[in-house]
């Protein structure tokens, strides 16, 4: 196994916080259906995953930045190690976390399952793919399949048998999913015939498992047009045998492999299905035309997931370049600046590596809060399902509400906190000696896959706001407001909390203007705010979210003796929730006020002023 440096760094103690001590985890545990999830089960995890990590996947993380993936004789080879490490996340039954027990998992919370993620994610990103999108495909038969179809796929996919991918993308059709033009021609014996191209599928080959199974959108002859008319079809690398065993090639085949800015040990694919006539594919369920509904069960689990693998980066990016300012001399104190004889101090000393470190540590210590948050909803949405209808539909509207502003507002903040952390590093960052410019590399994809950030904004004020008539925006409101008076007189918080009610107020006012807009038929200026719109939501809730944290962890910290480790721990949890309110959610009133201006100079000014030859 090729070896290199294992340079990620996580902090176990802030993930049982916000698990343990901020959304009370114990609400969860031994409770039906999570009865074997207790608190001792979750730290022994989470320790456990953290030495795989340290051990097996940090290492080979920079060693597929290196190499990269090859193609060779028409396959994809991936770096060396990779399919060790499969193997032994398979067998250390990391991957299985959540998988429902039927299925041979785990059935451990969500809650616990991001937090896992985050660490795989961190460790080897460009890894962590491939499993992440067989987890995937096997979440999206095991709620749609037909019940031969889960028996043939479900259990080796999340077993990590076979490997999945979801193809969507196509040279000539990118976020426009409905312009698809790969066909699906039906045969008498109920299979399809499947011919087209697919590109940017992640993962799209490998030589880690012995099949993969693709979910491929494509269009039956004479189906309707648009999204309206797309299918999903389960189609195999290998044909399946009728003994479930994998058989000969069904007509897949490797056309190229990306070239990438990052992830250069995830292979990013353009895929020919049907080049001779020979490629096989059955529909997903039994209904046609519903592709759509059916892949975007995948989707949101997918933009779940990138707004976890942006958290991971910006964490381990943060943790990395705190060790370096601690250990990195340059200067004297800056109230001895005059001196040319005062001694050199760690560049953690000075007021603006300082103010960049927390900047750091705050924003990522709330989109992780942010991320947990909507885990404990769908936790409760499925614990309360059939037995309280009200708490279960209001769990599952968070989910749904929050799930945009996880994927863009973490995936937006990673790259941008990448490079913060390079800053920190100064020139040393820029090098690969060390290894955050690989985190900014890596981490640049996230504002773009998936869904790029303004597509999750248009379908945050398109779609989420209205649904179930605003019910699920005005109980996240509601829940903002609750939390401000309550703190309104809290010692430490009641200003910031003030500042808090007067963002959420400013969040509430331009979504009533969006309403406007709507109502007007203004509808350059929804499009023109809605990814303004979508960073003050999130940085209310990030806000919000850290001072929570933040009253908590004060409460929790006067019972301490101060100076010790728990103590510092807690304060430096304080010092998270005031920098961000004093310096972001001060910042929202100021972005409805820009909003109300109703600037729509991007719209008037020509093509041809924009410049250029």
């Given amino acids: 196994m090729s070896v290199g440096i294992n340079r990620y760094k996580c902090d176990l103690r802030e993930l049982q916080f916000v698990l343990l001590e901020q959304f009370s985890y114990a609400g969860l545990a031994g409770k ?36 990269g993936v090859k193609m060779v004789n028409g396959a994809a080879v991936t770096p060396k190690g990779f399919r060790e490490a499969w193997k032994g996340l398979y067998e250390g039954g990391f991957k299985q976390l959540a998988v429902p027990s039927k299925f041979g998992g785990q059935a451990a919370p969500e809650m616990l399952h991001v937090a896992v993620e985050e660490i795989l994610s961190g460790a080897n990103i460009a890894f962590n793919i491939y499993p992440g999108l067989a987890w995937g495909v096997g979440e999206l038969l095991a709620e749609c399949g037909t019940p031969a179809q889960i028996d043939a796929y479900v259990e080796k996919v999340f077993n990590g048998k076979w490997g999945g991918t979801m193809c969507l993308t196509e040279p000539h059709a990118g976020s426009d999913v409905g312009a698809v033009k790969t066909r699906a021609v039906k045969q008498a014996d109920g299979r399809y015939k499947i011919q087209g191209t697919k590109i940017f599928i992640s993962g799209g080959d490998h030589d880690m498992t012995e099949n993969i199974i693709h979910l491929v959108l494509a269009r039956v002859e004479g189906a309707p047009a648009g999204t309206k008319g797309i299918s999903l079809f389960i189609v195999p690398k290998l044909k399946v045998n009728a003994d479930g065993s994998s058989g000969e090639s069904n007509d897949v085949a490797l056309a190229a492999i990306e070239h990438k800015m990052g992830l250069n040990g995830s292979a990013t694919c353009t895929l020919s299905f049907g080049e001779n006539n020979n490629c096989y594919g059955e529909l997903v369920g039994t209904a046609e035309n519903i592709g759509m509904s059916q892949m975007f069960r995948m989707m949101n689990g997918a933009r779940i997931a990138v707004g976890l693998q942006g958290l991971s980066l910006a964490s381990s990016a943060y943790l990395n370049a705190l060790e370096y300012a601690r250990d990195r001399k340059q200067g004297p104190h800056f109230s001895k600046f005059k001196d040319p004889n005062a001694p050199r101090v760690a560049i953690i000393e000075h007021p603006d590596v300082r103010r960049m470190l927390l900047e750091l540590k705050s924003t990522t210590e709330g989109i992780r809060a942010l991320v947990v948050k909507l885990a404990m909803h769908r936790d409760y949405a499925i614990a309360t399902k059939g037995k309280d209808d009200e708490k279960a539909a209001y769990h599952q509207g968070q989910v749904d509400l929050l799930t945009p502003l996880v994927k863009s507002y973490a995936g937006d903040e990673a790259y941008r906190l990448c490079g913060q952390a390079i800053q920190v590093y100064g020139g040393a960052g820029y090098l690969k000696d060390w290894p955050v410019e690989q985190y900014a590399r890596d981490a640049k994809i996230f504002s773009i896959y998936e869904g790029t950030s303004h597509i999750q904004a248009m379908d945050l004020v398109g779609r989420k ?49 969006m309403l406007g807009w709507s109502q007007a038929e203004k509808m350059d200026l929804l499009v023109l705010n809605a990814n303004r719109f979508l960073t003050m939501m999130s940085q209310l809730s990030v806000g919000w979210l850290l001072l929570d944290a933040g009253v908590k962890a004060q409460a929790a910290s006067i019972r301490l003796t101060k100076g010790n480790q728990e103590s510092s721990f807690y304060e430096g949890k304080v010092a998270s929730a005031l920098w961000y309110a004093r310096n972001v959610v001060a910042g929202i009133r100021a972005q409805a006020d820009m909003a109300a201006l109703e600037d729509d100079s991007a719209e008037k000014i020509s093509d041809a002023a924009f410049g250029g030859s």
Avoid: C
């Fill in 465 to 513: 706001l209205g649904q179930h008539g605003g019910a699920n925006f005005q109980a996240f409101m509601n829940d903002i407001n609750v939390f401000v008076e309550a703190q309104r007189a809290h010692p430490a918080f009641g200003k910031e909390a003030e500042m808090l009610g007067r963002a959420a107020e400013a969040v509430t006012q331009l979504a009533m203007a």
């Fill in 32 to 67: 039906a259906p999570y009865e074997n999830w207790g608190e001792d089960e979750l730290k022994a995890v989470l320790s456990e995953t953290y030495r795989f990590a340290r051990e097996v996947l940090g290492p080979l993380n920079s060693v597929g930045d290196r190499e």
